[in-house]
Structure formats: structure tokens, C-alpha cells
């Protein structure tokens, strides 16, 4: 490979990893549009921690935690700190495919992104000291360890030999569902917000309070998922990285559309959020298999993963879990949906890849949902996870954080 | 002097305002107020529909002298009006004195 295509390689790499970090701007909006103002700051802080702290930890020992080298499969460690060896910064690296300096940044970043998507499903009544506890844990250990056994080659990498195992192009399994089963329990632990469900089993609305933000918020994630999926070639080999940009945004509007046309059909109203949320579980459920996909599969998978957005957001209304913003839905079903896609379409479609998804599913799923019972269960039987009542009310910005998001412009408080 | 209090709704604020205007009442207040009352919205969220009597409104505040009283409340009446349940409400009360703070005027003069 000669220098130029080693060069370009790596800037469309670096170009996707800005892409990715920008997708916390994405989080943060939607996050605070779905939810109420009085706590908005907290909203923000958390995400802003996420992103700094999830970074640093990465660069402490998380690079080094997922990519080990050789390895037993299952758990395995290379040290502290980054440590470039000489042929880090040239085309030996990777065959040319990006420096070391870029892998670590564009893996950096994928990490915290796992975070956020629990930072949404807890928003409103966690509180925040045990949150940041729970982030350094599951963000510093459980993501790149789960990451370790696929794309850092353990044991889901290999399942069937050498190679031939389970498949995760861009993450559905690695960062979205783990996000996702952190999420959940976390939601099933902290419980629901004061006055989400009253009598009978009722479920009350908690409408968000900037609607604009939020549609900016799904609009900078799908900007951001051409660096999530187009990077995730790891080159920026032209008939890959366009047919995977083809699949992620065809699924992303087939799930919008499908999402809009069922809870229209559903509700009998035409409900923006829905539509927002529908595109986003279609481009979690791409994640999987963006680059196995052919266009015409990729609409097909869009489409079932926006109609599972709106059934699944009712049937974690009905299970009387309390999601502000349908992470459970979007990321940990959708992302299951989309894990298991790459045994029913695209070019690795076969009963024994199906069993090899389903394995990745139940092993990410059995270690995500241990881990993150035992961090938040314990953090809930120490110090307690969940704002008191009056602080709930009153708002986490006041309460948390003394200040006001909006000091100068306040339009509701309730 | 009169207090004349109305709750209207937002949309015929302007209609409400420039009818005012027109019988020389140039001098109000006004702040948005949610109302509750019989009028209800339906809204839906998220796949869960509620309907809701909690609407925005809008609270006008007129202090007339006594002989504007009248063509003020009918003017409002007027303009306000739609015919469907939630038009709102007026509501008078007298005044012990008004004062203009430029001027340190008070009674009628704080009101001409």
C-alpha cells in the first residue's frame, strides 16, 4: 500500500472519530428535550462527565482492557497507560489502515457512548455521586471487557475457529446493548419518577420540555452514525465505506417512517418522538450488519426495528418501567434485533451465524445484567441511588447542583 | 374607579387588544396564565393520550374610571367571544385609588 491511501485512510478515520464525539452533543440535546427543565444541568453534567472521564479511563487502562493482544478470551490486559510501539505511527501499524494514535481515539470514543445511553434512561431521580461511580465501573471495566471478546478477538471472535464466530460490525452488541441491559437494570432498581404511574397501573405522560432540541439531538446522532458505521470499516475503502453509509442512513429513515406510520396507526395522532425514536432504533438495529447489508435489506431491517420502537416503548410503559427517553428500546432490544439481523440477511446469513449472534446476545446480555445488578444494587444498599422526594420535585439542578439552565428564561416549573 | 380582570384565550388577544384601542382604552396589562376550567385539550405522548383542562390563557388587567366601565365590558364580551366552552372570564372589582408614577398623580388624574 503506498502513502496516500495509507493518509487517506487514516483522515477518514480521524474524520469519523470527530464524527462519534459529536454525538454526545446528539445525547446531551435529546436527553434535555425529553425531559423536564428543572433538570437540565444535571442532564448535561452527566454527559459532560461521561465524555471526559469515559476518555481518560480509556487512556488509563480501557485501550489496553479490550485490546490486549494474546490473550485468554476471556479477560486480559496489556497495562496502564498508552504505549506506542516504533511502527505505531506508520503504515506498518495496521496495514495501513490508521495509526495507533487513531485507534485508540476512535475506540475512546466509542466507549462512552455506551455510558450515555444509561445516563438517558436514568434521568430526572438518580443521583448523581452513585451514577458517576456506576460510569467509572461499567464504562472503565464492563464495556471493554465485553469489547475484548469480540473486537479484540477473545472468545465470541473465534466461537466456531479461527475467525468464524460472532459477528458485530459497529457495535449493536458491544456498545448498544451493553448500554442497554445497564440501562435497564438500572431503571428496574432506581424505579420510576414521582407521579409516572398512578392508580391502577395508570401511566401518566411527563412531557419533555424542548421538542426542538431533541429533533437536533437525533439529527446529530444519525450525522454522528456516518462516523459510528462509516468508521467502523477501519479504512476508508471507497466500496465499503459507501455501501455501509447507504445501509445506516436507509435504515435510520425506514425506521423513522415505519416508527411514524405504526403510532400513527397505534395512537391515531401524528407523535413526533416516536418518529425521532423509530430512527434511531433504525440505526441501531443496522449497526450489527451495515456492511454485510444490501440497500433494499437494510430498508427491510430499518423498517422491523422502528416497528419494534413503538411496541417496545409500550411494552416497558406496561412493565412499569419508567424510560424518559426509550433508551431500553432504542438500544438494548433494537440492538439485540440487529445483533441477530446478521444470521438472518446480508452476506453471513446461516443458521449456524444465527446461533453464533444468539451466543454474543446471551453472553454480552448474562455479563452486562450481573455486572450492572451488582454495581447499582450495591450502590443502592451503601449510599442509596435515588434523589429524596422533595429533591425529585424541586428539581436535580437546584438540589444537586444549585444552579438554574435557564436563569434568565423560565417558562414552566413543575 | 373599576379593576376589569379577563381571561381570555391567546388566540383573540389581538382582536381583543385592537378592540380596546378603538374605545380609547390604551392602558392594560397582560401576562399568560394557564387557566383550568371545563374547556379540555387532547394531547398524546409518547403513545400515551391525556386530555388535560390545565390551557394557556391569557389575563388582561384594566383599571377604567367609572364611566368606561361599560363599553369596556362590552367590548370585551365582543371581542373575546367564540361560542365554544373556555372563552374565559371578566371580572370587576373597585378600586380605592390609582396613582401615575411619573407624574405622582392619583384619582381620575392618575387615570386620564
Redesign the interface.
Known amino acids: 500500500m503506498d502513502t496516500a491511501t495509507f493518509t487517506a485512510n487514516n483522515v477518514w478515520m480521524m474524520v469519523c472519530t470527530a464524527l462519534v464525539f459529536f454525538m454526545h452533543s446528539g445525547f446531551a440535546f435529546l436527553e434535555i428535550g425529553l425531559t423536564r427543565q428543572k433538570n437540565t444541568i444535571n442532564i448535561l453534567f452527566k454527559n459532560i462527565f461521561i465524555i471526559t472521564v469515559g476518555l481518560l479511563m480509556y487512556f488509563g487502562w480501557g485501550f489496553n482492557l479490550m485490546y490486549p493482544g494474546e490473550f485468554n478470551g476471556w479477560l486480559g490486559f496489556s497495562g496502564f497507560g498508552l504505549d506506542m510501539d516504533p511502527t505505531g505511527a506508520t503504515i506498518a501499524y495496521a496495514e495501513g489502515k490508521y495509526t495507533y494514535w487513531t485507534d485508540f481515539l476512535f475506540q475512546g470514543m466509542f466507549a462512552a457512548t455506551a455510558g450515555t445511553i444509561v445516563s438517558g434512561a436514568v434521568a430526572e431521580r438518580i443521583r448523581i455521586g452513585p451514577f458517576m461511580v456506576f460510569i467509572i465501573l461499567y464504562v472503565g471495566l464492563i464495556y471493554p471487557i465485553v469489547g475484548s471478546w469480540q473486537w479484540g478477538e477473545g472468545f465470541l471472535y473465534s466461537l466456531g475457529g479461527d475467525g468464524a464466530g460472532f459477528y458485530d460490525f459497529a457495535g449493536s452488541t458491544l456498545v448498544h446493548s451493553v448500554g442497554g441491559w445497564g440501562a435497564l437494570i438500572a431503571i428496574w432498581l432506581l424505579g420510576p419518577r414521582i407521579g409516572k404511574f398512578g392508580e391502577h397501573g395508570k401511566?401518566?405522560?411527563?412531557?419533555g420540555h424542548n421538542i426542538p432540541l431533541a429533533t437536533a439531538g437525533v439529527l446529530i446522532l444519525w450525522l454522528g452514525w456516518f462516523g459510528f458505521n462509516g468508521g467502523s470499516v477501519l479504512s476508508a475503502d471507497p466500496a465499503r465505506t459507501s455501501l455501509v453509509l447507504t445501509t445506516t442512513s436507509l435504515a435510520a429513515a425506514a425506521g423513522g417512517v415505519a416508527a411514524f406510520l405504526v403510532?400513527t396507526l397505534?395512537?391515531k395522532?401524528y407523535?413526533l418522538?416516536?418518529f425521532l425514536?423509530g430512527i434511531l432504533g433504525g440505526l441501531v438495529g443496522i449497526t450489527a450488519g451495515a456492511d454485510l447489508m444490501s440497500p433494499n435489506e437494510a430498508v427491510l431491517i430499518g423498517l422491523i426495528s422502528g416497528a419494534i420502537v413503538?411496541g417496545g416503548?409500550?411494552l416497558i410503559?406496561r412493565l412499569k418501567l419508567d424510560d424518559p427517553v426509550?433508551a431500553v428500546t432504542v438500544h438494548l432490544i433494537c440492538g439485540i434485533w440487529g445483533t441477530l439481523t446478521v444470521g438472518i440477511f446480508g452476506a453471513m446469513a446461516g443458521g449456524q451465524q444465527f446461533l453464533y449472534q444468539l451466543s454474543g446476545v446471551a453472553a454480552a446480555g448474562i455479563f452486562c445484567v450481573v455486572s450492572a445488578f451488582v454495581i447499582i444494587y450495591g450502590l443502592k444498599k451503601t449510599v442509596g441511588i435515588r434523589v429524596d422526594r422533595q429533591e425529585e420535585l424541586e428539581g436535580l439542578d437546584l438540589h444537586e447542583h444549585g444552579m438554574d439552565s435557564y436563569a434568565d428564561f423560565r417558562m414552566n416549573q413543575h | 374607579m373599576k379593576k376589569v380582570e379577563a381571561i381570555i384565550r391567546k388566540s383573540k388577544f389581538d382582536e381583543v387588544k385592537k378592540a380596546l384601542h378603538e374605545i380609547e382604552v390604551n392602558f392594560f396589562s397582560y401576562w399568560d396564565v394557564t387557566g383550568v376550567g371545563n374547556e379540555k385539550q387532547g394531547?398524546?405522548?409518547?403513545?400515551?393520550?391525556?386530555s388535560t383542562s390545565d390551557i394557556q390563557r391569557r389575563f388582561l388587567v384594566i383599571v377604567v374610571s367609572d364611566n368606561f366601565l361599560d363599553r369596556t365590558v362590552q367590548t370585551l364580551l365582543d371581542s373575546a367571544y367564540t361560542g365554544n366552552v373556555g372563552d374565559g372570564k371578566i371580572v370587576i372589582s373597585e378600586v380605592l385609588d390609582v396613582y401615575r408614577i411619573r407624574t405622582r398623580e392619583n384619582g381620575q388624574a392618575g387615570i386620564d
Open positions: 401511566s401518566n405522560a411527563i412531557p403510532s397505534a395512537y395522532t407523535d418522538t416516536m425514536n413503538v416503548i409500550s410503559d426509550g | 394531547h398524546i405522548y409518547r403513545g400515551i393520550a391525556y
